[in-house]
Structure formats: C-alpha cells, structure tokens
C-alpha cells in the first residue's frame, strides 16, 4: 500500500516536473522572437493560403449535399426557407471549422511532421543545436503561430465558399428561390455563429501544428520512424479537432 | 581545452562510454578511432551539449558542460564548429544560405558576413555552388559545405564526425587536406572522429583509440604506427581477431538526437 503510494506520488512528481519542463522550455522559445518571428510569414502562406483550394473543395461540395439533405428532410414539412438556415448554421457552426480542421489535420499536420521528423533523422535539428538555435523557437514556434492566424482565416473562407455552394445548389436543383433562400439564412443568423466557428478553428490550428510539430521532433530511425510520427500527428490532429470541438461546444453554446 | 572526465553514458541497457577519459589539447588535432558503434559520435555530441553524461564530466574551457545554462551553453557552442557525419545540410535552403545560418546570429555587419561566406567557400573551393541546393551536391561536396558552413563562424574548436566516411579514396584524400589545411590556415584545434585509419594518420597529433567504452591507447601519430598493443595493431592493421566485437556486432542502441523538448541539451 505504502509502495503504491510512493509510486503514484514519484509518478506524478515526474509528470508534474515534465510540464514544468516543458512550459519553461515553451517559454524560452516564445520569448526568442527575432528567431521565429521572421519565419512566421513564410509558414502563413505555406499553411494557411496553400490549403484554401482543399478547404474550398470540401466546401464546395459540403454546401451541396447539405442543401439536398435539408430539402429531403424539411419539404412538405417544414417551410422551405428552412433549407437556408439549415445550411448556414450547420456550416458556419460545425462542418466549416471541423470539416476543414479534418483536411488541414492530414495536409498540415502530415507536412509539418514529416519535414520535421526528416529533419530530425538527417541530424538537422541537431546541426540547428549546435549553431546555437532553439529548435524549438526556429521549428515549432512559427509553424504554431502562423497555424493559429491562418486556420480561421481558411476556415471563413471554406464558410462563406460552403453557403454559397449550398445557395447555388439549392436555387438550381431545388424548388427554392434566393429570397427564401437568404430569409432562412437570415432569420437563424446570430453573430456568434461566425466567432465561435472561429474560434475553434483557431484552437484547432495550434493543435495541429502542435501535434506535427512535436511528433516530428519524436521521429527515431529512418523513413519508417517518420513515417509513424506522420501517421501518429494526424490521428491526434484529428482526435485533438473532436475533444476540441466538443470542449467549446460545452463552454461557448 | 577541452576535457572529458571519467565520462559515463548508457542507452538502454546498453553501455557505450564507460569511464572515457581523454583531454583535447588546444591547436592540435586529437583524432579518436575506434570500431564501428564505439561511441565515438556519442563522445563528440558531449561535446556541445547535445548529449549529456549519466556519469562524470566534460569540460570546455574549464566549465562543466552539463552545468551551463542556455546563455552559457548557446555561447559555447557558438564557439565550436560541429562538422556532421551526413553533414546535415538545411535541404531547404542554398548553400549560402546554409552558410548564413551561424554567420546571422553573431551580429556580424553585412560586408563581413559577405566575407565570411566567400572566404569559407573558398577554403572548401566550392565558391561556385553558393546558389546550389544541398540535392544538387555530391556527398564529397556536400561534406565540404558542412565544413565550409562550420568554420565561417571562425570557431574556437571545430569537430568532424566520420569526415571521410562514404567518400571513395579520391575524394576523402581530399578531405583530409582539407581538414589539414584548416588547421594550417585557422590554426583551430580540432577533434576528428572516424575509424579510417588513412585519415587518422594524415590530419592527427594525437590519436586516441576508444575500445569498449574507454580510451584504451593515446599517442602521436608516430607512435601510435609502431605500437605493440595487440588491440590497436589488430585495428590499424584491420583484423577481427584481437579485437572483441561482440558488443559491437550485436549494439542495438541509436544515439538520440536531442533538440526536442526535453532534449537532454537544455
């Protein structure tokens, strides 16, 4: 009993300490600005405006099926205007941000843990070390901040591509005409529709960087050790886009 | 100067320094050889930080490695020239650029980095692949960058992990002028790690023979060719019998690169 004791308390001592470790060791690199602010740029773009036509494409296609979806499941139930309210909502709120968070946690996630794990396997993260770089203020920190800013930034663009495509949609393959279509949008519209999709999108680009970019610093071996950090971001990018999707959802909502 | 004192490191279960003891004189260059997963690259990683010890010390320039801070310990290294074995080479960026890397932190005007970079090109004579991809160079070439892109720091110390390693006996006959000519030039002191005999006798002082986690031998270049130790002899003479490569054959352990968070450097 007295073992287990000591043992839980020596563990958690130990986890206390690697955060501690780790919050210090993240503070250090923030605080390194004149090494990752110059690279910030470089990442937005490569991040952020390099995944708009995957993000749009998803929209796209989002857009269409839900105002089919909603026309199956509301006509001759509900009025049809409702089909634009459905689609604004459902996509400014949830599939917007969580759908584009899902493709970004494969194109960013997988890019950013791969370069990074080759990196790490080819001695260049040690080379940054030994010319007196944090490779956490050089590596991490740019790619987290650039994923933080530009996420929204694509994900309002995939909203306002996926209601447009759902408009589209609905005007030429549904009985339904612009005014009812923009009436339901209208009528269920609430500011905080666009901030809170937003924000998570936001919160699910550091995740995503985040996880790309430590699994990459984790890579051992070779191609295959990259390979499995790779595999392993984007499965906790994803996973880290569903705990957090429902984490605001219970907070914001 | 440089100094390692009754150095301990395991990984694993695996022990690959075990009481390794050896002082690098200033402007002289120490080689250490040794077989194949001797440690000699985890003794060199010592070096800098980026591994540190389970027992014992390294002392550069009379300060303990493992006790400097990150002030301390990024000025130390930016005093010290690391010359990697695949010459980890940014492969995102030029050769100049490569070259850039260590020259911008040291708030250097712009004329004298330009001077740098020219001048470090030159003593590798690869002044005309500054625009180059490191993808484009053969690995000769790409080793010469690696060290062009160590000493444009004009650093203290500069240290070569396995420089000849995969380089047919043209090019690595190269290198080895070339590391000696920097010594000339630069007059640095220098640690050279490899298990190449060749290069251990044309740019060594002194070598030093690390077997099975200790120096076994260190002598001049001079001595150590006429030395009676069975095991050297059987090393420089490339037999197996004399030496016992069990531990070696069968060494499962991979040095970690750090530069993680909770990397041991930091």
Redesign the interface.
Known sequence: MDHSLAGSSSGLLDWVE?VG??VR??V?ALADVQTWAPLVMGQMRRLGVDSIPIALFIALFTGIVLALLSATLFIGAVPPYFVGALVGKTIMMELGPVLTGMALAGRVGANIAAEIGT???????????????D??SFLVVPRVVAGTLMFPVVTSLAMGFGVFSGWIAAINLLDLTSPEFFKGLRMFYEPRDIWFGLIKSASFGTAITLSGC?MG??A??GAEGVGGVTMKAVVLGAMWILVLDAFWALVLL | MIQFCDVRKKFDDQTVLDGFTLDIPDGKTTVIIGASGAGKSVAL?HI?G?LTPDFGQVIVDGRDVDEMG?AEL??M??R?G?V???A????SLTVEENIL??LN?RGLDRATIEDRVGWSLDMVELGVSADSMPSELSGGMQKRVGIA?AIAVHPEYILYDEPTTGLDPVTAGVMNDLIAHIREEMGTASVVVTHDMRTAFSVGDRIAMLHQGRILLVDTADGFRQTTDPIARAFIEGRASGLDLSNLMTQQW?V????????S??
């Open positions: 690697r470790l780790g060791h993240a250090r990196m790490k396997v080819t001695e260049q993260v040690d080379a940054l070390e030994t010319l007196a770089y490779p956490l430590l610093l984790k051992t071996g | 990683k800098v980026l990150r990024m000025d290294r930016s010290i690391y990697f074995q695949s980890a080479l940014f492969d890397m260590g932190r892109r991979q970690p690169s750090t530069g993680a968070p909770g990397g450097a930091t």
